[in-house]
């Protein structure tokens, strides 16, 4: 390229304060390159991320070949980098005032940041062993807690929308894993149920009146 010699290309001047826009907000983790579509070749580079540097081949292809309905923006699609980086990659033709294409902008963004605050999240969000029992075996209120959100996570129906029978229903559970042996826990199941105290007195004793089969001699 003789004319980078003489000075920067026109194109290069006109498009340079917007690339290195992009470039200083999402730098170091984006590449930004500026292409020539008819000597297919690189004009400039924000951030390379390879060896590649102005006058480069840039490989970029026919652009007649690309889909027209994409009105000169491509992606975000997928490139893989030679050490294993995953890139997000966006292409932009850039036209003159005659609607020939006259530069090619592409902003590549390293993913591998991206993926890493992921991995760390998920695994901050995920228990990978069960909890030692002994250690929670005698918290009744945290059973409690576990008991009730489990039956909401389990019908997607909230406290607040219980009816009668989800109360028995929860009930049941409370008085299977023996919650209510523990003297001070019918006020926190009421609590946590957002029902009063004899509410849950007079469920229980529905709960575990003898049915009529259970009567019948």
């Given at each position: 390229m003789g004319n980078v010699e003489e000075g920067p290309d026109s194109r290069v001047r006109m498009w340079s304060p917007v690339c290195r826009a992009v470039a200083l907000l999402l730098g170091p983790y984006a590449e930004v390159v500026l292409h020539d579509p008819e000597t297919d070749r690189v004009l400039e580079i924000w951030n390379p991320?390879?060896?590649?540097g102005p006058g480069d081949p840039s490989l970029l292809g026919e652009l007649d070949e690309l889909d027209p309905s994409a009105r000169d923006v491509y992606g975000p699609y997928e490139k893989l980098l030679a050490d294993g980086r995953r890139l997000s990659s966006v292409s932009a033709v850039l036209r003159?005032?005659?609607?020939?294409?006259?530069?090619?902008?592409?902003?590549?963004l390293?993913?591998?940041?991206?993926?890493?605050?992921?991995?760390v999240l998920s695994a901050f969000g995920a228990p990978t062993v069960k909890g030692p029992e002994p250690l929670f075996e005698q918290d009744w209120s945290?059973?409690?807690?576990?008991?009730?959100?489990?039956?909401?996570?389990?019908?997607?129906?909230?406290?607040?929308r219980m009816t009668r029978q989800d109360r028995l229903a929860v009930l049941g559970r409370l008085?299977?894993?023996?919650?209510?042996?523990?003297?001070?826990?019918?006020?926190?199941?009421?609590?946590?149920?957002r029902v009063s105290r004899s509410t849950v007195y007079g469920l229980l004793t529905e709960l575990r009146a003898p049915s009529a089969k259970d009567r019948q001699p």
């Open positions: 991320m390879t060896s590649r003159d005032a005659r609607g020939e294409p006259s530069a090619v902008l592409c902003i590549n390293d993913r591998t940041p991206l993926e890493q605050a992921a991995a945290e059973r409690i807690q576990h008991v009730i959100g489990t039956y909401v996570r389990e019908t997607g129906r909230p406290i607040e008085d299977e894993a023996r919650v209510f042996a523990v003297r001070r826990a019918t006020p926190v199941v009421a609590g946590a149920l």
